[in-house]
């Protein structure tokens, strides 16, 4: 009775399923939770499959993330052969390698086998390679292979994320050949949008559409209706240049082609969202400097992805240090400057940030190059202009009121618009430096710009105030 209720207000299985997993703000009811851990405590596999059974892969991944380490090891234990081993590419590095490193290479290996191969590959690229080969080799000869050669491209490019699964026909045969081939043949990939055609040495020659197989008579040559496959991607191109083709090109797919031309596979537009998560995610870790850090990380491997970077921000504040030292004579006159100078600093360090930003996600994307670098230069040398002129007209205000001399305003003011311009410059000139010099801008960016919009801030607004007061 409830299911037709169900039915009836227009509601899916799939709809109730997440209904009573979710709450209304996307996270996983606490009750599901408890029902699933209960399962396990008693080791009751019937109860257990009956709440993960109809789980899609990535509810089964947010599963497993909200779990206990203990809990997590314990279900895939329970479960067995009836675990899906596709969700392990829905969960944090730190969690698959645990699961995975936890189960014998013979479960792996006949896991790998129901998967397709770009999942398979994901899972399998983290383990060491005596596990690699280990596992390799109880798979069949064909399998093997394509793993084999998918693992053998370069980590983070389009063949280690390309599918080795695809349907490919001569150019001699008919729509209705491909169509019966489509309907007998029970190896092909379970879904797909396009089928490729090549040539007998595997050469890629083009490529034919589902619905334009549908529009065709049964008759028609295939190399009289395929088109030309215009955005073909090297295996070896970095996964984020292969995304930025489907973003540039409103793909769905595109075959994946090696360095003669042959099609070894077809990446598809889950994996390259995958893709562009990854990599936004990636960028703005590093931005803050936390490296590959996961959520699931230990307290030790998290302190040590931020150390590192915590040294060289120590570094740089004692180069700021120092340039306050150059004036002691100064603050030691005019207290006021030690209350006004973290201001002077503080917001040519927000603004440059902003700038910062902005320019390294344009370059990520390839926005920005060298035809439009230099207006892009001239525009935020120009809002630093207007931003400084603004904010030293209120702080100097405010400085003037606060401390009843209209001197220290003035100072302030001048100092505020010198290093918010100088923010603005460096938030634009250092990532792009850093992107000419093949470092990574959104590694190095935040380090360097925040010492020049310290250091600069601190000298201009401690500089002219010596200057200014006359101090010896």
């Known amino acids: 009775m409830e299911s037709q209720n169900e039915q009836a207000a227009g509601a899916t299985p799939s709809d109730t399923i997440h209904a009573d997993i979710y709450d209304e703000d996307g996270v996983m009811r606490a009750s599901f939770l408890a029902q699933v ?5 008693d080791r009751d596999t019937l109860t257990l499959k009956r709440y ?6 990535s509810e089964l991944g947010d599963l497993l993330e909200a779990l206990q380490p ?7 234990e329970l479960l067995g052969t009836d675990f899906d081993f596709s969700a392990l590419t829905e969960v944090d590095d730190t969690i698959r390698a645990e699961i995975v490193d936890s189960l014998p290479n013979e479960q792996i290996a006949q896991a790998v086998q129901e998967l397709d191969s770009d999942d398979a590959v994901y899972i399998l690229e983290d383990l060491d390679e005596d596990d690699q080969n280990e596992i390799l080799s109880q798979l069949p000869f064909t399998e093997r292979i394509r793993l084999r050669r998918s693992l053998d491209y370069p980590e983070e490019t389009a063949g280690r994320r390309m599918q080795t699964e695809f349907v490919a026909v001569p150019p001699f045969w008919t729509i209705g050949q491909t169509i019966d081939y489509m309907r007998e043949d029970n190896n092909l990939p379970d879904r797909f949008s396009q089928i490729f055609v090549i040539d007998p040495s595997f050469k890629l020659l083009g490529a034919i559409d589902l619905d334009q197989i549908l529009r065709t008579k049964r008759g028609t040559k295939v190399e009289e209706v395929m088109h030309e496959t215009r955005h073909a991607i090297p295996a070896t191109m970095d996964q984020e240049e292969a995304a930025r083709e ?3 090109y409103d793909l769905l797919s595109a075959a994946v082609v090696d360095e003669n031309e042959r099609l070894v596979g077809v990446l598809t537009i889950d994996d390259v969202v995958d893709v562009i998560q990854q990599e936004a995610e990636e960028d703005l870790m590093r931005m803050g400097g936390v490296g590959d850090e996961e959520l699931s990380d230990t307290v030790l491997a998290t302190s040590r992805s931020r150390v590192p970077w915590l040294l060289v921000n120590l570094f740089t504040a ?4 120092s340039v306050i030292g150059l004036f002691d004579r100064t603050i030691e006159h005019i207290v006021a400057l030690a209350v006004l100078m973290p201001i002077v600093a503080g917001m040519g360090g927000n603004a440059a940030s902003q700038t910062m930003t902005v320019t390294v996600r344009a370059l990520a994307t390839k926005d920005l190059d060298i035809y439009n670098a230099w207006r892009i230069i001239r525009r935020e040398m120009g809002v630093g202009s207007i ?4 904010f030293a007209i209120l702080i100097g205000a405010v400085a003037a009121l606060w401390f009843h001399d209209a001197n220290l ?3 302030i003011a001048a100092a505020m618009i010198i290093n918010m311009f100088v923010a603005a410059v460096a938030g634009i000139l250092i990532p792009l430096l850093l992107d000419r010099l093949h470092v990574d801008p959104a590694v190095a960016s935040a380090v360097f710009v925040t010492t020049v919009t310290d250091v600069v801030g601190f000298f201009a607004f401690l500089g002219l105030a010596t200057w200014w007061f006359g101090v010896p």
């Open 318 to 321: 004692f180069l700021a240090a």
């Open 37 to 41: 851990g209960a399962a396990i405590a």
């Open 52 to 57: 993960v059974d109809d789980l899609h892969q």
């Open 246 to 248: 489907f973003e540039q």
């Open 409 to 411: 305003g003035g100072i």
């Open 387 to 390: 931003n400084g002129i603004v």
């Open 70 to 76: 203990d809990q997590r090891h314990a279900l895939v």
